[in-house]
């Protein structure tokens, strides 16, 4: 379907085109806004991937409108159209979190942070489901938010949450291996308040998940 018939939508340069998604910014009712656009893919039967689609755009919506309740750093939801495997979210400020490390604009403190903002998201019952440094944005003043909650889970098990914090631990130390420290940092922040029962349960499963992946992967 043709883009030019979204209410209210001007777009303006494309920000993102990815295997699962093309991201453009724009405005909205004069709002800056970006519009994420789902794309076939080939390799995928059509049914299938109709199927796949609407249900992570849905998903998507789902949590974000639950996140805007809350308060929860993520971006609003301004339109939807799960036929058309499209929506417009609000624009977030600020750059990738690998990008911010990589020029060391973003340092352990930063990772600290992220640990404690993940453990929120936990906390309100959500896991992420796919929490590299390129879903999490950090703007200019060192605020975090996190984006791209397509593959997101409502009251997730325990596994879900171990799950997003070893895929961080894994952007941290392949793509960032000069943070001496980072994972501890994550951890730290994750357990901010200490000895808390939820936090060192999730802590341990991603202790799990950890040996697991170092005796298997
Ligand atoms: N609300 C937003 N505000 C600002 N930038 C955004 C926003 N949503 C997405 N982006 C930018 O577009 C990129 C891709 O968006 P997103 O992560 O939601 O899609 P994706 O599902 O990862 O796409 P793919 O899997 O195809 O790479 C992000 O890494 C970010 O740079
Ligand atoms: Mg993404």
Request: aromatic letters at 6%; glycine letters at 10%; a negative charge.
């Amino acid at each position: 379907m043709g883009t030019a018939t979204i209410p209210m939508w001007e777009p303006s340069e494309v920000l993102h085109e990815g295997a699962e998604a093309t991201v453009t910014a724009g405005t909205w009712m004069g709002k800056p806004a970006v519009l994420k656009m789902r794309r076939p893919r080939g390799y995928r039967h059509p049914d299938l991937d109709r199927r796949l689609t609407r249900q992570r755009l849905s998903v998507e919506a789902r949590v974000l409108g639950r996140l805007h309740l809350i308060g929860f750093p993520s971006p609003s939801l301004y339109d939807l159209d799960v036929e058309g495997g499209w929506m417009l979210l609000s624009r977030m400020d600020g750059r990738p979190l690998c990008d911010a490390l990589r020029d060391g604009s973003a340092d352990l403190a930063t990772v600290k942070s992220t640990g404690a903002l993940i453990r929120r998201l936990h906390e309100e019952g959500f896991s992420h489901g796919d929490m590299t440094t390129h879903n999490i944005l950090v703007d200019a003043s060192g605020s975090l938010s996190l984006i791209d909650f397509g593959l997101a889970k409502i009251s997730p098990e325990l596994e879900h949450m171990g799950l997003d914090l070893q895929v961080l631990n894994e952007c941290l130390t392949a793509s960032h291996s000069e943070f001496e420290g980072a994972v501890e940092a994550m951890v730290d922040g994750y357990l901010r308040d200490g000895g808390s029962e939820f936090g060192s349960d999730v802590i341990s499963r991603f202790d799990a998940i950890r040996s697991r992946v170092r005796y298997h992967g």
